[in-house]
């Protein structure tokens, strides 16, 4: 039993306090390691947190290495942003289409056949009518057709032969050339298997013949999809861009998709600079043209106004093609034969060209931030923007943490956006714009993150276009959907080889997804367009379509 300290002498006391204070000694000495046991453990725990983030980092590569090999592209390091679907975001569109309605099928209306079936009763039995049962199906079959041309021999030794059918080509008629497209193009079915299709139900054709069924003899469709793009870029009020890569002739090349809500259309070129995209929205005008717009072009682009000042006149100046403009740059004091000095002037001409022709009027282009998509009044997808958090690699907790509460803020913040979509106000406005600043301007300490967040405010204007102009969407996913289809074409049939091949898979595409924004079946059309069952056409141009709805 312990003495009471009132009974300890002053040795004893001496000692007791002693031993206390050697054992407070030990237990701080004990918490002195676990401590620095525990830093150690946070230490190396941070360390492989920093190895596991190379260790993704150098897989990626590896992995973008062997799609590059196999000619594929890259797969991207993280998941697709969430934003768009973001939970507790319950708010439907306008736009959005009404859910369709149950109940019996409109085609009930169009019966095409009618059969009566008999069934054996008993005597006596009464007869009480009829009930209907409506089967769908589908009929398939070759017919081969022996047309029996007259032939005359006028008096003066001329013969006259009566004409074929209209869109008899090559021993073969049209609703096979309309299947055949509606399967590739719509389908996605490569020319080997229709091929083999129609030679199992009985056609007698080559894999050779099926690639001229689709690749030639379509000028109608190009033109037709060239005139597309131009009501598009003319009456549409928003075009949402985006790119892919694609092959053709065993080389890699790009392919833009520039869209609106009633239009698309594709276009494979060998480069994806800006150069190149401005002659896209071009069109199928070839002229250079230095007007107000094109020398604003070129103050943008921040040219020597010692340059500039030989070239400026009162009154706009065209030139019909590539090689006079180049001859009156020469002879004003401009290098052409440099490339990164005549780059500018080349694109400020095609963009007074552009907007010479009154294309691009007062439309906004709506991009991923990709540097050949800064033309005219540009925007920012707000998908792309947030998706830029999931490319920070963050070591520690307290960086997952930061970049956990700007992903929620941001989202939130893009919430109240497509809120101010429905409802504009002046006052909505303001309070966004502020709002924008306090969230971009938080700084966290994670440098990477800080840097990102500074990197967006200064695109402030781009990423807030939609407080000007509400009708413009707020992302991008217009054009990935669309360019979905092209991938999946890309992945069947692989690439192409020849121009016309080239064009007729642009045009094809680009037709079938205008047909689809535009509420029209894409089989229908491809009848109208080749003339089966009637001799005019029944189908408006889709480029009026275009414009009537824009």
Not at 111 to 121: D, G, I, M, N, Q
Not at 424 to 433: T, V
């Amino acid at each position: 039993m312990a003495e009471h300290a009132d009974t300890l002498s002053l040795k004893a006391l001496r000692e007791r306090v002693t031993a206390l204070m050697e054992r407070a000694d030990r237990a701080d000495a004990r918490i002195e390691k676990l401590e620095a046991e525990n830093q150690r453990l946070r230490d190396e725990n941070d360390q492989l947190r920093l190895e596991n983030t190379r260790l993704k980092v150098d897989n990626q590569l590896l992995r973008d290495e062997i799609a590059r090999l196999k000619n594929l592209a890259p797969r991207p390091p993280f998941r697709p942003s969430g934003m768009e679907n973001a939970p507790g975001d319950k708010t439907v569109s306008a736009k959005d289409p009404a859910p369709r309605p149950r109940g019996p099928k409109n085609d009930t209306k169009r019966v095409t056949r009618e059969e009566v079936l008999p069934v054996s009763v008993p005597p006596g039995s009464r007869f009480k009518g009829y009930k209907d049962c409506f089967v769908r199906d589908l009929v398939l079959k070759v017919e081969v057709v022996r047309y029996r041309r007259e032939c005359w021999v006028t008096p003066e030794g001329d013969t006259i032969l009566a004409p074929l059918p209209a869109g008899i080509r090559g021993g073969f008629g049209p609703n096979l050339r309309r299947f055949c497209l509606m399967l590739h193009a719509h389908g996605q079915v490569t020319t080997q298997r229709m091929t083999t299709l129609l030679n199992d139900v009985g056609v007698e054709i080559s894999k050779r013949q099926m690639v001229r069924f689709l690749t030639e003899r379509l000028d109608g469709f190009h033109a037709e999809d060239a005139a597309v793009l131009h009501a598009g870029l003319v009456s549409a009020p928003y075009v949402t861009v985006d790119d892919t890569g694609s092959r053709h002739t065993n080389r890699n090349v790009y392919t833009t998709h520039i869209g609106g809500e009633h239009f698309t259309a594709f276009r494979t070129t060998s480069s994806k600079s800006r150069l190149n995209f401005l002659a896209l929205l071009r069109g199928n005008y070839q002229d250079y043209v230095l007007n107000d717009a094109a020398f604003a072009f070129l103050e943008d682009r921040q040219v020597d106004p010692v340059l500039l000042a030989p070239l400026k006149r009162q009154e706009p100046q065209r030139f019909a093609n590539q090689v006079p403009f180049l001859q009156h740059l020469a002879e004003h004091g401009i290098d052409i034969f440099d490339t990164e000095t005549l780059r500018p002037f080349a694109e400020a001409g095609i963009w007074g060209a552009i907007r010479h022709h009154g294309l691009v009027g007062n439309a906004v282009i709506v991009s991923d931030d990709a540097g050949q998509f800064r033309v005219g009044t540009h925007a920012l997808c707000w998908v792309h923007a947030e998706r830029l958090l999931h490319k920070l690699m963050p070591a520690t907790p307290r960086q997952v943490k930061h970049v956990e509460t700007l992903r929620e803020l941001i989202w939130l913040f893009y919430k109240q956006l497509k809120n101010y979509q429905r409802s504009p106000s002046q006052r909505a406005a303001h309070g966004l714009q502020v709002r924008f600043d306090r969230i971009f301007s938080i700084r966290t300490g994670y440098g990477d993150l800080d840097k990102l967040l500074f990197r967006l405010r200064r695109r402030k204007p781009e990423l807030l276009r939609v407080l000007e102009r509400p009708e413009i969407p707020l992302h991008i996913n217009a054009s990935e959907r669309d360019l979905r289809g092209f991938v999946i074409k890309r992945k069947i049939s692989g690439g192409t080889v020849s121009r016309n091949g080239r064009l007729a898979r642009d045009s094809m595409l680009g037709l079938s997804k205008t047909c689809q924004k535009l509420g029209l079946s894409f089989w229908r059309y491809l009848g109208d367009r080749l003339g089966i069952g009637t001799s005019h056409p029944t189908i408006p141009p889709l480029a009026t379509m275009i414009v009537a709805r824009s």
